[in-house]
C-alpha cells in the first residue's frame, strides 16, 4: 500500500509510519493542511489510501477531504479526536470510507487501511486523466480543472474513447463503430458536429481536441 498520512501530531506521524513501513507500506506524510491541498492539486494517483486528521494547521481535514473528493475517489479514513456525532456524519457526508477515533491500536488501523484497499481495489482506476480534463466512468461525470462539465450521453462516449487513447489519431469511423455502433449508417460528419459541441463544452481544455485533417481527432494533454 501506498498511504498519504495528513497528520500534525509528529510522535502519531513516526510511530504510525514505522509500523506500516514494517508491514511493507509506504506512508508520505503531510504535516499541514494547506500543503495536503498542494499535493492534491497535483493529483493523487500515486496513492491507494489517505489517513486525514481534522484539526490540521493551514486547512482543517474536512476542507482537504473536500478537495480530494472533487478530484479522486481514493479511500479516505479520518483518524481524529473529534468524536462528537456531527462530526462524525459530517466525515461520512463529505465521503470519507471511515472514520476512527483516537486513540487507535496501529495493529487494527492497518488492518482496516489493508481492507479498505483491498475492498476498493481499482475504483480509482475508473477516473481517467488527460490535462486539465477529469472523466469519471463509474459516476459518469467530467470535470475541467475540478470544475463539474455536463455532457450528452454521445459527447461522454465519444470523450472516453478518446481519454483511453490519448495521443492516438483516432478515425471518424472508429468514433461511429464505438459510440454508434457498427450498424449506423449515417453520414460521418455527425462525428465533426458532436466534437464541436464537445469542444465547447469543455471550455478552455477543448483545445486538447485537435484535429488531425483527413484523419481524424486526437487528445493530448495541452
Not at 67 to 92: H, M, N, Q
Not at 120 to 149: F, Q
Not at 180 to 195: L, P, T
Request: hydrophobic share 40%; with cysteine.
Amino acid at each position: 500500500m501506498k498511504i498519504l498520512m495528513i497528520e500534525d501530531d509528529r510522535q502519531i506521524c513516526e510511530v504510525t509510519k514505522r509500523y506500516f513501513t514494517n508491514q511493507g507500506a509506504a506512508v508520505t506524510v503531510v504535516m499541514n493542511g494547506s500543503d495536503a491541498l498542494e499535493i492534491i492539486d497535483g493529483g493523487l494517483d500515486g496513492f491507494d489510501l489517505v489517513l486525514l486528521d481534522i484539526m490540521l494547521p493551514g486547512a482543517d481535514g474536512f476542507t482537504v477531504c473536500r478537495s480530494i473528493r472533487r478530484k479522486s475517489d481514493i479511500p479516505v479514513l479520518f483518524i481524529t479526536a473529534r468524536g462528537l456525532e456531527e462530526d462524525i456524519l459530517r466525515g461520512y457526508e463529505l465521503g470519507c470510507d471511515d472514520y476512527i477515533i483516537k486513540p487507535f491500536l496501529l495493529s487494527a488501523l492497518y488492518a482496516k487501511c489493508a481492507a479498505v484497499v483491498k475492498r476498493t481495489g481499482g475504483v480509482h482506476e475508473s477516473v481517467l486523466r488527460c490535462g486539465a480534463i477529469r472523466l469519471d466512468t463509474r459516476r459518469l461525470t467530467c470535470t475541467v480543472d475540478g470544475n463539474e462539465v455536463e455532457l450528452p450521453p454521445k459527447g461522454f462516449a465519444i470523450l472516453r474513447y478518446l481519454m483511453e487513447h490519448p495521443g492516438w489519431i483516432v478515425d471518424r469511423d472508429t468514433l461511429l463503430n464505438n459510440v454508434w455502433g457498427s450498424d449506423y449508417f449515417g453520414a460521418d460528419r455527425v462525428v465533426d458536429n458532436h466534437i464541436k459541441r464537445l469542444r465547447k463544452a469543455l471550455g478552455h481544455a477543448g483545445k486538447q481536441i485537435h484535429t488531425a485533417v483527413g484523419r481524424g481527432y486526437k487528445l493530448t494533454e495541452k
